[in-house]
Nanobody, 115 residues
Framework: QVQLVERGGGLVEPVGSLRLSCAAS????????IYWYRQAPGKQRESVAL???????NYSGSVKGRFFVSRDNHKNTAYLQMNSLRSEDTAVYYC?????????WGQGTQVTVSS
């Protein structure tokens, strides 16, 4: 069993930055692909970033060049660095861990971009 806890959300002005973290309890973190999803009010949940178990990354077109995903397997933690934030980035951000056998969601953290 793995539990995921996201932290780092909050209120930030446009063009500002935030770094989200996703801390995992349990074992085998290094075997999981870690996704970051977000869900804005009235919209479907969408994937914004992925870091695979071997460190490869991928981003949605809407965040590419502004968001950067990383992981520290020694700390069982993944990160999402968000730069040049826009109002349309306002959403609840979730991390999602997926392996061959299991998958887990975090509880989400609210990010609000507003002046």
């Amino acid at each position: 069993q793995v539990q995921l806890v996201e932290r780092g959300g909050g209120l930030v002005e446009p063009v500002g930055s935030l770094r989200l973290s996703c801390a995992a309890s349990g074992s085998g973190f290094n075997n999981y692909h870690i996704y970051w999803y977000r869900q804005a009010p009235g919209k479907q949940r969408e994937s914004v970033a992925l870091i695979t178990s071997d460190g490869n990354t991928n981003y949605s077109g809407s965040v590419k060049g502004r968001f950067f995903v990383s992981r520290d397997n020694h700390k069982n933690t993944a990160y999402l660095q968000m730069n040049s934030l826009r109002s349309e980035d306002t959403a609840v951000y979730y991390c999602y861990a997926r392996s061959i056998r299991h998958d887990y969601w975090g509880q989400g953290t609210q990010v609000t971009v507003s002046s």
